[in-house]
């Protein structure tokens, strides 16, 4: 049964309402929507939540023992497919359904579940809980709509607001702990969970307890915590310059790295990461002193623009200075192209204790100066005017970078994206505000390049997939679908 009603009787702008005659006018329909409708969208939301279980099926399936695999491999990999189907159900079924009264499949198809004698949304857990309930319906999204349908506001006080950062960061380093034991458990040589346990908490110095100790536990800690200092350098960095795309590359940190890199294999003939490191570092640090002190030459003040110009400038010549080695010297191409990809594979335990004064150093400088940052992403002149010393707190702000891209750098070669990416996740959760935007993109970082780095191991065994290559595979698309929101110049 369908009925027809006025699509809109208010009065215009001139305060005069239209004659009833000059609108068309709009068939709404009532009562449930089609059956095929229902089922098509039910389709797809059950697709949402099958594709995970199907590619965990398959990768469980791939990593039988007659393949190279082993039990944790199988037991990591089918966990995870099974916590994100389930995670994408509550989210699917329960937050957007219960919430907003549509699911993907039924965003799709336009339809709205409601309450059948209220015609409300009908909350999370009546979402969840039901199967076949008579008192709910669904219908179409006109019809919802000429009902009064209104999806439940999100509670935004301040107590609310606060409640759900500290719930997302105990769910956030509840998740890192699972991806670091993982990380811990994945390997070229399989391991099963006795052997893990047994290397963790009585190691006899075996066979296995040698793999665990000196070579994947050295490699875990080390891609977290340069996940952390990467995530959070991106997030001052997006912050300072006021630029969504901008991360490491930008201010010309990862090319003084390069160089000086180059520069270090070229007239020492050094060979191995843990030589390169201390070029490394004072390349980025040189780098970032000469993008600031070119920044400030004028007016004093280095602005979100003229960081940026500069940045690309010192950028540009030092990847020249850099092809410009290379080219003349077989070796240095050689040490070079391996260091460019970034890897934290082959770095051992010294390599993270000598990096990891620098890191903490910078984090603790990066976490003191966000109260600040809040001020200035307002504008300089409102930070001026609020009695924001800006070129000092730009200044804090170069120094933690500094630090924390180049002791990154300098310990796994230049990796991208995860300063790229990681500050707008974190920014989707909790807003704006830096106290709370710094932390969690420190963990997103560093969950991100250790998954990543665990993905690598599994996906070309029996070798290595370096993580500066599937963070390029998996966060260029990423990126792509976060640069289509309109929502992200709004820094």
Same mark, same amino acid.
């Given at each position: ?114 309450? =059948? ?10 979402? &969840? ?28 006080? $301040? =107590? ?30 399989? &391991? ?65 790295? =390069? ?22 570092? =004072? ?120 630090? $924390? ?82 929502? &992200?110049?709004?820094?």
């Amino acid at each position: 049964m369908t009925t027809t009603r006025l699509p809109d009787s208010d009065p215009d702008a001139s305060g005069h309402p239209h004659p009833p005659g000059d609108y068309a006018k709009e068939v709404v329909p009532q009562g449930p929507a089609p059956r095929y409708l229902r089922v098509l969208a039910n389709l797809v939301d059950i697709g949402v939540v099958a594709l995970p279980l199907v590619i965990g099926w398959y990768l469980v399936d791939s990593l039988a023992d007659a393949r190279g695999g082993g039990e944790a491999d199988r037991a990591v990999f089918g966990g995870a497919a099974v916590v994100i189907a389930v995670g994408l159900f509550v989210w699917n079924r329960g937050f957007r359904e219960g919430r907003g009264g549509t699911t993907v499949g039924k965003g799709w198809f336009g339809l709205v579940t409601r309450d =059948a004698e209220t015609a409300a949304p009908i909350g999370v857990r009546r979402a &969840l809980r039901r199967w076949r309930g008579h008192d709910i319906e669904v219908v179409r999204e006109s019809t919802a709509r000429a009902d009064g349908f209104e999806p439940i506001a999100s509670d935004t006080s $301040l =107590a609310a607001v606060r409640r759900r950062r500290l719930l997302g960061l105990a769910a956030l380093t509840l998740l890192l702990l699972l991806v670091l034991f993982a990380s811990v458990a994945v390997g070229a040589r399989p &391991l099963s969970f006795g052997e893990v346990f047994h290397a963790l908490f009585q190691a006899t110095g075996s066979e296995t307890d040698i793999i665990v100790r000196t070579l994947r536990i050295p490699r875990t800690l080390l891609g977290l915590v340069v996940g952390i200092a990467l995530g959070v350098a991106g997030a001052l960095i997006q912050g300072h310059t006021r630029n969504p795309l901008a991360d490491a590359g930008l201010l010309g940190l990862n090319a003084g790295a =390069a160089f000086f890199v180059v520069l270090a294999i070229y007239t020492l003939g050094l060979t191995s990461p843990g030589e390169y490191l201390w070029f490394a570092f =004072a390349g980025s640090a040189a780098a970032s002193i000469v993008v600031f002190g070119l920044s400030s030459i004028g007016n004093g003040k280095a602005s979100p623009l003229s960081l940026a110009l500069a940045g690309a400038a010192v950028a540009f010549f030092l990847q020249a200075m850099t092809n410009a080695v290379v080219i003349v010297d077989q070796t240095s191409l050689d040490g070079y192209r391996f260091w460019v990809v970034g890897s934290v594979s082959g770095r051992g335990i010294d390599i993270f204790w000598q990096v990891l004064p620098f890191l903490v150093l910078g984090l603790v400088i990066a976490v003191a100066s966000t109260p600040s940052l809040n001020v200035i992403s307002l504008g300089e002149d409102v930070a001026r005017s609020l009695g924001t010393n800006v070129a000092l707190s730009r200044t804090i702000g170069i120094v933690a970078i500094t630090l $924390l891209t180049g002791a990154a750098t300098a310990a796994c070669g230049p990796i991208a994206f995860v300063g790229l990416v990681v500050p707008h996740v974190a920014r989707a959760i909790t807003g704006p505000d830096y106290r709370w935007l710094v932390p969690y993109a420190g963990l997103l970082g560093g969950l991100m390049l250790v998954m990543s780095d665990v993905i690598g191991r599994v996906v070309v065994r029996p070798g290595e997939l370096q993580v500066g290559i599937v963070l390029a595979v998996v966060g260029a698309p990423f990126f792509i679908a976060l640069v289509r929101r309109r929502k &992200l110049a709004s820094l």
